[in-house]
Each structure stands twice: as C-alpha cells, then as structure tokens.
C-alpha cells in the first residue's frame, strides 16, 4: 500500500488506477466515485481499520473504462507494473501516464467532428484572459475580453478541460512568466508576432495552459503548434441559453455534409461563432454560391481520401504516430494535388485562397511510400513496417538473419554426412541456446572442434564457435532489426515534422473546404437562398421557415412566413396566437436564418436581407437549473436581465413568452415592462420579436410608435380549430388553451369542467378592460416615471440639467 499511496500523492486530482495482476484496482474514494460512473460493483476487502472499498477493470479493457472517466470530467493516472513479476518479492510500479480529458491524444477518446478544447481562464476585474488550446491540433487561441463576455465565449468553446481558479493559482497564473514561457516555446521576440501584446491576462493564461500540460507530460512540439489572438469583436457570441434555445446542435447535424473530421470540426467551429465582418461573411457566401453541384461532389469526392489531416499530421510532428498512421497520412497527401485543382478551378475568391494554401508534399509523399509496407501495423512497437530495400542496414539484418536460420536448418542434415554420426541432432533450449547433441554410444566420433556443454543419461550436448556466431546473429536479429525500425519510423516522423507547420495550415484549408463544400450541398438539398447582407438595422425575410421544424414536418407541409423589421416602420413585434400556432417556431426560425447567413451560409427563405447583427439574444422556453440553485423563474428573470443588459441597438432580441413563470399579473407586468424598456432605452431600441399570451400587450402598439402587433393566425369552425401556422398583422384575442388540452387526450369530462370554469370567469372578466387592468399593478405615473428614467442619457448630463431633470420627474409623482 505504500506504493499506492506515494502514487496518490503525485496526483491527488486524479482517479488512480492501479495495476494489480491481471486487473486495474481502484481504491478508497477514489472507488466511490468510479465504481457508479463506470457501471461496476463496489467491493471491499478487509483492512486493518475496517473495510477498504474498492473496485476494479480488467487491464486489457482499461482504455474503454478510462474513457467513460475522461467523458464524466475526471483526471486519471495509471499506475503500472514496471517489472516482470517474481514470486516473494514487491513489484516496482510507476504512474506510467495521466489522463486528462483536456489532454489526450489517443483517437479512441477523441470525437472526430470536435475540437478538443483546454481552456485556462481568468479574471482581473473588469477584464479576463483566455486561452484555449487543442493539444491533438496543435491549435492556440488566445483572447482577452470583457469579463461579462466570459461566459459566453467559454459556452461557445465547449472545453474539455477548464482550469479556471483554484486551479489556475496551482498552475500559476502570471502575465510575466507566460510571456516568457511564449517567447521562449516559439523563439519569438514580440508576442507582436501573435498578435498578444496587448493582451497579458491571455498571455498569462496561455502560460498557465503551457505549465499544465508540462506537468502532466504531455508533449507539445513548437512546430506544429500554432498561436493565434482571437478578438471577440471579430464574431458573434452567443452564450448557452442562446446555443441551446435554437438548436445549434441540431442544426449542425442538419448542416454537416463534411467528408473529413477536419471539415466537421471547421463547420462547427462556424455554427457555434459567426461572423460579424461583412467582408468575411461575403467571401464564404461567394464560395457557397459557386459550388453548385458537380465541383461539389467533385471537390468532395477529392476531399474524401484526406481523412484528419490535422490531428495525422499534429500527431507524426509529435514523434506520436504508430506505423499506420504515417501510411494514412503518406495516402492523405497523395490526394492533395486533386483537391488543389478543384478548389482552384473556381473564381470565387475565397476557394481560390484556399487552394493556395494547400501545399502538395511530393517529396514527402515518395519518401513514405517508398518507406512503409502497403499496411503496417497499429502498433509503434511491432515491426515488419519498412519496406525491404528501403535502408540498406534494415535489408543486410534482415539477410543476415535469414541466411543463418537457412544455416541452422541445414546443419543437422551436413553436419550428419561430415561426420557420419546417424544420431547427430540439432536442438535448441533456453539456457544453453543452439546445441549439438550425439548419444553416448558415438560421441567418440565427434570431431574436435566440438565443444562438450552437458552430459545428460541420452547422451551429450555440444557447441561449436561458428554454431554460436550464427545463433547471435538469429537472436540479435529481431532486436536489431526492432531498433533500427524505430530509428527509421523516428526520422520519418522528423521528415513530417520538418513541415509541420505547412501541412497544418493545408489541413486548416481543408477544413473550410469541406466546410463550404457541406453548406452548398445543404442549400441545395434543402431549397436555401444566398441572403442579402448590409450594414443596416434591417431584417426583411420573405418565405423563411425553420430548417428543423421544416424537416419534421416534411417540407411541403411547412407554412412559410415573412418577417419586416425595420428602424422606421417599427422594429418590434408582439406576436399573439393560440397555444400551438407556431409562436416559438416563428421567433426561433427568424434568429436562426440570422445566425445561419452570418456564418456565410445561405438560408431557409425566398429571399433575405439582413443588417448585421451584432449578437443574437433569446429568452425561450422554461427550464430550471436547480443543480445551479435556481427555480425557473429566477433563470428566467436571470436570462432577462443578462439580455437588457447587454443588447446593443445592433442586437436581435428574441423573447418566448417573458413573464409566464410567474402569477398573471406579476408576469404581464415584466413582460410590459420589458417591452416598453427595450422600446425606450436608446442603449436598446433594437430589432425585437416578443411572443406572449397576454393578450392585454397588443395595446402596447397604440403608444408605442416602433411596436407592431402580429398574430398566428388559425381557422375556428364549430368547435372545431385548425391551425393555419401564418403570420398576419394584428392581435390575437383567445388563446384556445382548453382546446389544445383535449387535443392533448385530457379527459373529456375533465374538459367540459374546464370550459364551465373559463366561461365563469370570462363572465366576471376580472383581466378586462385591457386599460384598467394594465394599470393594475403600476401606479399610473409610474410606468411613465420608470420610462423617463431608463430615457435619460447620464453621460451626456450635465449637474444643472440633472437636477432640472430630477423637478421634472417629481412632478410626474
Ligand atoms: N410554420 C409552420 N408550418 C407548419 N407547422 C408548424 C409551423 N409552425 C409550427 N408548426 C407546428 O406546430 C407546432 C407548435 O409550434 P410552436 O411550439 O411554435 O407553437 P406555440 O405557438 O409556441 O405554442 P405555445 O403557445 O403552446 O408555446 C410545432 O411543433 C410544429 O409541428
Ligand atoms: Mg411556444
């Protein structure tokens, strides 16, 4: 146990696995929290102070099993055997690697369609740094950013492995020490160079990144590593609420055609922050529309064979690439030239560049063909991976061997006839090797060179010099020739080394390759159009629909609809219409054809234009975070004031029934509240689209000149209603909620009982006239008082003005 425990002390933060025989133990509390993860039983054995729990995984399934820990958040460390075991005597064992799920390298636990992001953080006050590093890649982005903005540009990254404090003071935070660890790692003078000098909270991070993967060994070279400094200012954010209210996962895999990893995770990378640049967003548009249909499938078809070239080409600069590997990159850079041809063969701008960028290796291909097996082993140990007549010194060790055992065959059968002993046999044994043996009756014919090793009862055993030289060389053999194809295998991964940085920056080209490749064939596929992008406050959507909801409804069956926002004629709607009309798909249709023509994709509309969109807000739906101590309405009032505080006049702010997790007339109150300050705050004033049931909001338009009242419109007959799933002006005046229950199977009498009860209550009608009871929970001056307040610009009032102002707004009292 004190092996354990010293192996416990180096990694306290990790599960240890410990190698006992054929299974890897684990033990204390270590066993508690793995057993359930993992899916195995808890044991315990008996120990001097009661009982040690403890659980185990057989060794030779140990990479599924830590799996399921990376996956679940964990660090592991294993601890090996690292000696033969001999009986009566302790086994020295080591921690022979630590997992992290940040840090891995090995394809099992890598999905091929994510970048593996890990992630230091850190905030100084108003400011933060960041740094994010995908070690498979050999990626770096470095950003520093506003600390409100924090959050959601972690959402967006997704990271494996986040060390935000305490870790980060563990790992030493220190803008100095990172600095000097860049320049240091690169051999650059000025972090100029990658853009960070006006960064030192993301530089220090950076260092804290670079000391953690020090400390958990894992090899990072310089070549292939590339640093870059994002701005935020460059893309959109979106935060979680925003990510996960429209389905950015699910439209990825609606979106995602790629043929390669690379190509996946470039799309991805896309989806999750678009653009705000129209220039960059007009260079992919341009490429979209010019990959119609036969360059697709003939740059696809070319893309194919490059299979991840990133994460290949990372891992043989690395000196990481089994055998296999090398072959599948020596096959992926054999493609290229084809690919370079497709790309180039287009005018669009931005497929041009591209193919620029795709540096075809030659020399490099011919070098690993000429070196490699058709199919080399999986393995970095095994051997048999060289080509024969590749390295003269593999081939003479590989004839030298080969012609002894021929000698070693042939002996018995000579040495017979030389010697005219019938009994004469060539037999081999672990401690003497290689011998001669003659039975007692003819061992006086032996010849003299003979040399007598050992008398058994049958006979005697002898050796001869030459006998033991051709031995050595069969024993030696396999080690040598093993030692020298690592030699090979090392320098080959030398020679890809040495273009390292080419081949990532050809894979980085390939995966907006693919990427483009995937967005044209789904605009295709799925009927989108090129949008209209401008730097206006517009948003003119003729015939959009939402792409998923399109989908599973089929597409004949969705009913399309127009949106109008604009600065003059109003650019809020409220939009009001029964339960299952089609409110949520409609707002969330609209943001998504937003968020889809900013990452230079066409979308799903007759036609689009749209001003540019500084950052996409939603408010949808009601969930809880209780894990985070929050109720649903508290997420819901939290998500709100997160979007009143951040939205700028550039913002598109989509809000799904605001208000409804709380009693009527306290949420009719925040929701007309909510309207009115998004309406009156110059800050604000931005293209906003409010879905809600409180039909008392459509008298909002009356008073305020930028709020228009739409309404999802449905067909009444009888009892019967159908939904029509259209847009039109104007507001709704039911809801229809009791005949969304019986559509739902409430029971019938359960039913009834519920439209005896509305007609009760419609007949006191204690929420009408919508004009009273707007009032109700505002004083009547108040609402005003409060829209004075948000109006008034503090920075541009001067002392006298403000306490004019503060008169003025008394005598609103
Ligand atoms: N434009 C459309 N064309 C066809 N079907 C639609 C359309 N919009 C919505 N639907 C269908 O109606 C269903 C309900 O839509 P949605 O959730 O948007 O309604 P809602 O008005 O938000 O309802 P609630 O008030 O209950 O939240 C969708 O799941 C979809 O199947
Ligand atoms: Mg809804």
Redesign the pocket.
Known sequence: MRQYWSAKAAHPDAILLFRMGDFYEIFFDDAKEAAPLLGITLTSRPAKDGRLPMCGVPHHAWQSYVGRLLKAGRKVAICDQTEPPMSGKLVAREVTRVLTPGTVLDDVYLDPSKSNWLVAAWSSGDESGLAACDVSTGEMQLCQLPTTGLTAELDRLQAAELLSPPDVERYRFDPARGRHRLRTLLGIHFLASIGAEGAPLAVGAAGVVLEYLEHNRVPLDPRSLRISTRSIESSMQLDAATLRNLEVGALFELCCRCVTPVGARCLRRWLWSPLRDPEAIELRLSAVAELTDAERLELAAALRGLGDLERLASRAASGLATPRELAQLCRALATLPAAKVCAGAGSALLLRQLAADLTEQPELVALLSRALVDDPPAQVSAAGAIRPGYDAQLDAIASASASAREWLAGLEAAERERTGIKSLKVGYNRVFGYYLEVSHSQAAGVPEHYIRKQTLTGGERYITPELKEREAVVLNADQDRAAREQEILAELGRRVAAVGRELLSTAAAIGQLDALASLAATAADCEWVRPLISSGRELNISGG??PL??R??GTG?????DTQLEPERGNMVVLT?????????????VALIVLLAQCGSFVPARSARIGLVDRIFTRV?AHDDLAGGMSTFMVEMTETANILNHATPASLVVL??VGRGTSTYDGLSIAQAVVEYLHDNPRLSCRTLF?T?YHELTTLAERLPRVRNER?EVAEEGNQVS?L???VPGGADR?Y?IH?AALAGLPSHLIARARQILAELESHRPLEPAAQQLGLDLQPGEAELRRELAAIELDQLSPLEALRKLYELRGLT
């Open positions: 629909r939402h909801v399109e599973s409804v069956n969705f009913v399309a609809n219409g029964p339960n299952m009309a089609g409110k949520s798909t409609y707002l969330r249709q739906g799904d029934e879905a049931h999802v939904f799933h259209k847009v809801s909620g969304v």
